[in-house]
């Protein structure tokens, strides 16, 4: 199964679970008189919109290069997963002000008891949705996916807070319910921040990690007749890297030995690292003491 059949599968189970549980917390809410039960409810709807958000990118991203595109299209996921961490800080604040607008109010009611079985049905659905969720993204290396799995952690931690603040409230600890909102509101908030500034990281064609680069220099120094390697560049691509090397062979062999050897460190290189989409070596003859 290609990349987008994996992603598209995962996010149609998400938003089909999603629906599902928006509705049992939103009536949960209103029933059992919840106001952090609503807020969480309306958290978990925001959700089928990210995830909607991901098939979009996810399908973008996955289409072949063309004239206009001749590096492929892998750059349009990091744009869709800054829509989506912009949505995360979006309902991170939405979740803290509505919380906040309820202390100063004062007008905080005892929740039903539904309101607390229906935070737990939605800890245990979630954390199983994050874990499903990144594992694929991890798998297929998809940004707008771990975006979307963070979205759905986000909602297990703003229903632990909604959990404690019905439980709190209902043993008489009224106020437990918004303070416990605030404290989930910065924690989404903040991992909105850092898949923002992930996403922007691979728009601006930074170097691949270090443990990437020292295994592209191990599989150039396994190639007979490379001498020397003069110089290497790597740049992140949205989910794929892009290499550009200069090896130096003997200056006395043939063109089309160096040809053949700089084919070989080609090779191997786009076969050996998966996230590789395309390897440029410049050959150059080394140059022997006088």
Same mark, same amino acid.
């Given at each position: 199964?290609?990349?987008?059949?994996?992603?598209?599968?995962?996010?149609?189970?998400?938003?089909?679970?999603?629906?599902?549980?928006?509705?049992?917390? &939103?009536?949960?809410?209103?029933?059992?008189?919840?106001?952090?039960?609503?807020?969480?409810?309306?958290?978990?709807?925001?959700?089928?919109?990210?995830?909607?958000?991901?098939? %979009?990118?996810?399908?973008?991203?996955?289409?072949?290069?063309?004239?206009?595109?001749?590096?492929?299209?892998?750059?349009?996921?990091?744009?869709?997963?800054?829509?989506?961490? &912009?949505?995360?800080?979006?309902?991170?604040?939405?979740?803290?002000?509505?919380?906040?607008?309820?202390?100063?109010?004062?007008?905080?009611?005892?929740?039903?008891?539904?309101? %607390?079985?229906?935070?737990?049905?939605?800890?245990?659905?979630?954390?199983?949705?994050?874990?499903?969720?990144?594992?694929?993204?991890?798998?297929?290396?998809?940004?707008?996916?771990?975006?979307?799995?963070?979205?759905?952690?986000?909602?297990?931690?703003?229903?632990?807070?909604?959990?404690?603040?019905?439980?709190?409230?209902?043993?008489?600890?009224?106020?437990?319910?918004?303070?416990?909102? &605030?404290?989930?509101?910065?924690?989404?908030?903040?991992?909105?921040? #850092?898949?923002?500034?992930?996403?922007?990281? #691979?728009?601006?064609?930074?170097?691949?990690?270090?443990?990437?680069?020292?295994?592209?220099?191990? %599989?150039?120094?396994?190639?007979?007749?490379?001498?020397?390697?003069?110089?290497?560049?790597?740049?992140?691509?949205?989910?794929?890297?892009?290499?550009?090397?200069?090896?130096?062979?003997?200056?006395?062999?043939?063109?089309?030995?160096?040809?053949?050897?700089?084919?070989?460190?080609?090779?191997?290189?786009?076969?050996?690292?998966?996230?590789?989409?395309?390897?440029?070596?410049?050959?150059?003859?080394?140059?022997?003491?006088?």
């Amino acid at each position: 199964m290609d990349n987008y059949k994996l992603g598209f599968k995962v996010s149609v189970i998400t938003i089909i679970i999603n629906v599902v549980l928006s509705a049992i917390k &939103i009536f949960a809410g209103i029933i059992g008189k919840s106001n952090a039960m609503l807020a969480d409810g309306v958290h978990t709807l925001s959700d089928v919109l990210t995830t909607f958000v991901v098939l %979009l990118g996810l399908k973008v991203s996955s289409k072949e290069a063309d004239e206009n595109h001749p590096y492929g299209h892998e750059k349009y996921e990091p744009i869709f997963a800054k829509l989506l961490s &912009i949505l995360l800080l979006l309902t991170g604040v939405y979740i803290g002000y509505e919380s906040v607008k309820v202390l100063i109010s004062g007008n905080i009611k005892t929740p039903g008891l539904i309101a %607390l079985v229906a935070a737990l049905v939605s800890i245990v659905s979630k954390e199983a949705m994050y874990w499903y969720t990144v594992k694929t993204a991890k798998k297929i290396k998809s940004l707008a996916l771990e975006a979307d799995a963070w979205h759905h952690r986000s909602d297990v931690l703003s229903s632990i807070g909604t959990f404690v603040g019905v439980l709190g409230a209902r043993m008489g600890v009224k106020v437990l319910d918004p303070i416990a909102g &605030i404290v989930v509101s910065i924690f989404v908030v903040k991992v909105g921040v #850092e898949l923002y500034l992930k996403a922007t990281r #691979e728009l601006v064609d930074e170097a691949a990690d270090d443990e990437t680069i020292e295994k592209i220099k191990s %599989l150039i120094s396994s190639v007979k007749g490379v001498e020397e390697i003069k110089d290497l560049k790597t740049r992140v691509f949205g989910n794929k890297i892009f290499v550009d090397i200069e090896i130096a062979v003997n200056g006395s062999i043939s063109v089309k030995e160096g040809h053949d050897i700089a084919e070989e460190v080609h090779d191997i290189i786009e076969n050996s690292i998966e996230s590789v989409k395309h390897c440029m070596v410049h050959v150059e003859p080394k140059k022997t003491q006088d």
